[in-house]
């Protein structure tokens, strides 16, 4: 391992929390537009972290698909982090959301489906001798 490598590494996940950190605020701005009942039914975002399994693969790859809507209640997530400073809110949150998708990749509950079956067939043709696991995901709606 060398600090270069490592350097690499890190980069990967800062650039994806400046990213999630720079639309928080439009985020903020376009729920506070939704009535109650819909804010009620709004999951929470899917954010993505880069596990080391993808921080360590050659080729780096992506899947996108659609959400299921089954990602928790982000209302719920709001309230749960609410502070009178909105930026420990925006890190508390993200951070959280960064772990239920660690959280989600880790313990492999839903590896039983076509969806993740797929993804991870697709990644051993593509990347043979990685594993299966060394791809991000996305989900949009």
């Not at 690499?8 to 639309?23: G, M």
């Not at 772990?99 to 509950?109: A, Q, T, V």
Request: aromatic share 16%.
């Amino acid at each position: 391992m060398s600090i270069s490598k490592y350097q690499i590494e890190s980069d990967q996940e800062f650039h994806l929390r400046v990213a999630y950190y720079e639309c928080w605020n439009r985020l903020i701005l376009a729920i506070e537009q939704l009535d109650r009942q819909d804010l009620e039914h709004l999951s929470n975002p899917f954010l993505v972290t880069a596990l080391p399994a993808y921080r360590k693969a050659n080729k780096k790859v992506l899947f996108v698909g659609q959400e299921t809507n089954g990602w928790d209640s982000f209302k719920t997530t709001l309230d749960t982090f609410r502070s009178h400073d909105e930026e420990v809110r925006r890190k508390n949150s993200i951070d959280f959301l960064q772990w239920m998708y660690e959280d989600l990749r880790y313990h492999r509950r839903f590896d039983h489906t076509a969806f993740w079956k797929g993804m991870r067939r697709l990644y051993q043709a593509f990347s043979p001798g990685e594993g299966d696991d060394g791809f991000f995901t996305y989900g949009i709606s």
